[in-house]
């Protein structure tokens, strides 16, 4: 009885975590990254950004994926800090993740 009891906090616990954790991704084109040295720049302006935790930029694919916290910052101020960093970019998807 005892040890169903845990397992069923612990569940409780695991279906609540999601919820807490509001990571998200954002998938960025940035079509101005015109060489091999730009997307120093661009992860460098985003990983500025409150809220982000994580920043893959592909100069190959001229696009970012950038991992964040949706209570601490949004899309907007992600290609915001691309555009000011001399590289405009455009969401060009978004997913959530746990
Ligand atoms: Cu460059």
Sequence with gaps: MNTLKKLFVLLM?????PALAANKT???AI????????PI??????DAVPG?????????????????????????ALTKATTN????????GQ???Q
């Design 85 to 92: 960093a001399g590289f405009p970019s455009t969401v060009k």
């Design 26 to 28: 954002a998938m960025l």
């Design 13 to 17: 616990l695991a279906a609540a975590l």
């Design 41 to 46: 720049t661009v992860k460098k302006a985003l």
């Design 52 to 76: 982000v935790s994580k920043v893959d930029v592909s100069y190959a694919k001229k696009e970012a994926i950038v991992t964040y916290d949706d209570a601490k910052t949004n899309v907007a």
């Design 95 to 97: 997913e959530k993740k």
């Design 31 to 38: 079509p101005s990254m015109t060489c091999p040295v730009c």
